[in-house]
């Protein structure tokens, strides 16, 4: 195999036999290699390619398809009548190819009716676990962010599950997202913004096996919900009272808050919600007053659910 197949770019650095080996599998799995170079940043070899659309799939961790959105981008390239946005790929070892942040482009094509799709493969498997660094069509609030991040977690166990939480740290951007995922596997209309301030300050990356760290991250996610469990029923009440302020949640959550708004704290994950159960447990609502409600409630979080 020579170099005279492909375009190569710098035209004198020679390319490697795994990289070779890569693009001849693209050819062999239907695809058609347009070109192999150097990126510009880091001068890592790449591969762009036309791909076949049917081998082309999300990979297995990311979030849910938007309707709207992928309507929007057949929408778009039908007034363009082109596609121009290649979407970032890596071949898997059973023949597909993974793209972790072209999903809804792939979508909109293969709804078009689209055989090809134009791709920047990428020799690294690893960069799939880099998704929510890489992936321009990021998830918009804290559901969707905590399920992107649960999924990634569980693939890496599958892969990788030896590794630490911590040496995934900038992959998985925080340790909440990984105990509230658990959650809204099970829950979908779990609201957890209101409990993000405090996690913040006690939930954190442990520098453990993953295998091990889901333990832990399952009796977290456990300790939590049994707390919601006893929330919502107090912000229940309070509707019932006419009370419908829009951070009602967050009000009854600082109100049991045991760390305030303290920069930092001493108290550890599990004492701090079992100290938040015990102080629902004997809360009554008909002792705070609307002023107090709003006062608590300027808490908050900047996500939404």
Known sequence: ??????????????????????????????GVVLAIYQEPYGKNWQIFALLPLEKVKPTPFQR??????VKRLQEVIEELKRFIDPIV??????????TPNGNHRREALLRLGAK??????????????????LNTEKAHNLREKSLEVIRMYKGLLETNGKASEMEYAFQFEEAYFITLGLIYENHPKFSGSAYVPILKKVDNFMDVPLTKALTEREKRAELLKEVDDL????????????INHPFLKQAVVSKVNPIKRKRKTTIGYDEL????KKALEKLDPSSITMDELIALASEMSEWVD
């Open 1 to 30: 195999m020579t170099n005279e197949r492909w375009k190569i770019y710098p035209e004198r650095d020679e390319v490697s036999d795994e990289l070779k080996n890569l693009a001849k599998q693209i050819e062999d799995d239907g």
């Open 64 to 69: 849910d398809l938007s309707t709207a959105h």
């Open 89 to 98: 790929a890596i071949r898997y070892s059973n023949g597909e190819y993974w």
């Open 116 to 133: 090809q799709i134009p791709a920047i493969v990428i020799p690294d498997i690893s960069v799939a676990f880099h998704i929510l660094s």
């Open 231 to 242: 929330v919502e029923p107090i912000v229940h009440s309070f509707r019932e009272r006419g």
């Open 273 to 276: 919600f079992k100290q938040m």
